[in-house]
Structure formats: structure tokens, C-alpha cells
């Protein structure tokens, strides 16, 4: 159970998908998945960025094995990271819902998946939360390579060749965000909630697109909470 009731509950799309990437990460029959990030910007990388033959996949070898020959040594845009559970947006939209978040809500985040052995339609998961330790904004004269924030140097923005204006980072609490073992289904096949959620959610329709994250409405904190919670 929860330690307490979340002010805000929100959830975002996020990795690899098809208008970013190409492609959407596999999941397995026993509901297990990999979670691939978008490419990092070609124009964005450093000597710190992480390529996607550095990072582990969970069923064995590296995330480069599920993508494409042209993209197999590109640099990956690791955000949100499950190692020291951070997330970053410099962009308008999400960087005022981020900045909303206090200590002990939720940031939830749900991706495209698709079935490894092509046995059944593309759907959105939710793949991980974080219960929030801290909310960061990143000052405009901030070092670069940044030095002074070393609890969130793993983030992908942190790693970028220059600073991104703007930049709002979420720290996760560590004893209390993860990533799951299994995804647990979101949408249906045309990526609206499913019905059986609304309930517990408290929002219906379309959660496509990732420009902007869809807030929990305060009547059903609770219930989502509770729910995420109980996920394996």
C-alpha cells in the first residue's frame, strides 16, 4: 500500500516508437518486455552518452540486438533510467507538468510494446513509476559538463555535449520507484484506456501521444495509487 495519498499522479509516454525510432520495444509471451529508449540526437551527443550496445537488455545481451543494422551503434537517449531513476524535459509542455510534482506523487510511464513473436496487436503498457524524492530545475549557469548535480549525471539530458534551457529534472525515490518485470496493459489496440481502468483512473480516451503527460484526476489519487502499488 501507498504511505500515503499522492497530490498528483502522472502519467507519460515514453521510449522507442514509430515516429521516433521506428519501431516499438518487444514484449514476451510471459509479459516481460524490454524497455528501449528513443536515439539520442545525432547533434546532442558526447563522449558520456550511452549507445545502445552499452545497454543491457533484461532477456540477455544488449538493446542494440532488437534494432536495425543502421541504428545498432547509435547513441541512445536513456531517459527516463532506471538506475538512479531520473527523468528530464526541457520542452514547454512537460517541463510545467514536471515542475508540479512534489515529493511523494507518482510520475508513471507507459510505452508502446509489441509482441516478440508477432502473436498479437501493438498496445501501451505501463512499464515503471517513480514515487518523487525531488523535483530539479536546472539553472541556465550551470557548468558543462555538469559537476555540481552528481546525483543526476546519469540522466541522458546530463550527458548531452551543452545544456538544455530550460531543463527540469524528476529524482525518484530510490527504495521506491522501479521499472517492472511485467508490463501491465493500458490501451487497447487503437491505444485508448481500457474501459476496465476507468474506474480505478478516473480518465478515458486516446493516450497516444506523448507531447504532454495526462493527469489523475484528485477524486481517484487513491485507487491509482493502490493500483500501482500492487503491480508485480
Request: hydrophobic share 35%.
Amino acid at each position: 500500500m501507498p504511505n500515503s495519498k499522492p497530490n498528483n499522479i502522472l502519467f507519460l509516454r515514453v521510449g522507442i516508437d514509430k515516429g521516433c525510432g521506428g519501431l516499438l520495444s518487444p514484449i514476451f509471451s510471459d509479459g516481460s518486455f524490454e524497455y528501449i529508449p528513443i536515439p539520442e540526437s545525432p547533434n546532442k551527443a558526447s563522449a558520456r552518452s550511452i549507445s545502445f550496445n552499452q545497454l543491457n537488455a533484461r532477456s540477455g545481451g544488449v538493446l542494440a540486438h532488437f534494432l536495425p543494422a543502421r541504428r545498432k551503434q547509435d547513441a541512445a537517449h536513456y531517459d527516463p533510467e532506471f538506475e538512479t531513476f531520473t527523468y528530464g524535459d526541457p520542452g514547454k509542455n512537460k517541463r510545467s507538468q514536471l515542475l508540479r510534482l512534489i515529493r511523494n506523487d507518482y510520475l508513471v510511464f507507459y510505452a508502446g510494446l509489441t509482441p516478440h513473436d508477432f502473436s498479437g496487436h501493438d498496445q501501451l503498457y505501463v512499464i515503471g513509476y517513480f514515487v518523487i524524492n525531488q523535483i530539479h530545475e536546472i539553472p541556465t549557469t550551470i557548468e558543462w559538463p555538469p559537476i555540481r548535480y552528481a546525483a543526476l549525471t546519469n540522466n541522458a539530458h546530463m550527458r548531452r555535449n551543452s545544456y538544455d534551457p530550460g531543463l527540469v529534472i524528476a529524482e525518484g525515490h530510490p527504495d521506491r520507484s522501479r521499472l517492472l518485470q511485467r508490463a501491465t496493459p493500458l490501451s487497447n489496440e487503437s491505444l485508448t484506456v481500457l474501459p476496465e481502468l476507468t474506474a480505478t483512473f478516473g480518465f478515458t480516451g486516446s493516450i497516444m501521444r506523448a507531447g504532454a503527460g495526462r493527469w489523475v484526476p484528485p477524486s481517484h489519487l487513491g485507487s491509482v495509487a493502490t493500483w500501482l502499488e500492487d503491480l508485480n
